[in-house]
């Protein structure tokens, strides 16, 4: 079993950056592709960015490619999502995903992350 928690998240205005990040406990972190989603109230959860095991791999979301940055530090069991250039539609609540053995086509798709951790609000005002 995995825990992920998150922080990180706030209120900014646009323009501003944010750093979130997610920290894993129960497993071995190295084995696991991790993922940031987000869900905005009334709209479903939405992929943003995933990396793989050893962090040799990144996807990004159209959204949000050139302003977000996905790294992980498997030393630490954490993975951070740097976040530049923030707009108001980037307001959401940010989760972490964790998955094993995913294939790449399926990075985007929540349904491949087992462990979810309990989101961390990003607010950005104009």
């Known amino acids: 079993q995995v825990q992920l928690v998150e922080s990180g998240g706030g209120s900014v205005q646009a323009g501003n950056s944010l750093r979130l990040s997610c920290t894993a406990s129960?497993?071995?972190?190295?084995?696991?592709?991790m993922a940031w989603f987000r869900q905005a109230p009334g709209k479903e959860r939405e992929f943003i960015s995933a990396?793989?095991?050893?962090?040799?791999?990144?996807i990004y979301a159209d959204s949000v490619k050139g302003r977000f940055t996905i790294s992980r530090d498997n030393a630490k069991n954490t993975v951070y999502l740097q976040m530049n250039g923030l707009t108001p539609e980037d307001t959401a609540v940010y989760y972490c995903?964790?998955?094993?053995?995913?294939?790449?086509?399926?990075?985007?798709?929540?349904?491949?992350?087992?462990?979810w951790g309990q989101g961390t609000q990003v607010t950005v005002s104009s």
């Open positions: 990396i793989r095991e050893r962090g040799g791999t990144t």
């Open positions: 995903g964790a998955g094993q053995r995913i294939i790449l086509s399926s990075l985007r798709r929540d349904s491949a992350y087992v462990y």
């Open positions: 129960g497993g071995t972190f190295s084995s696991y592709a």
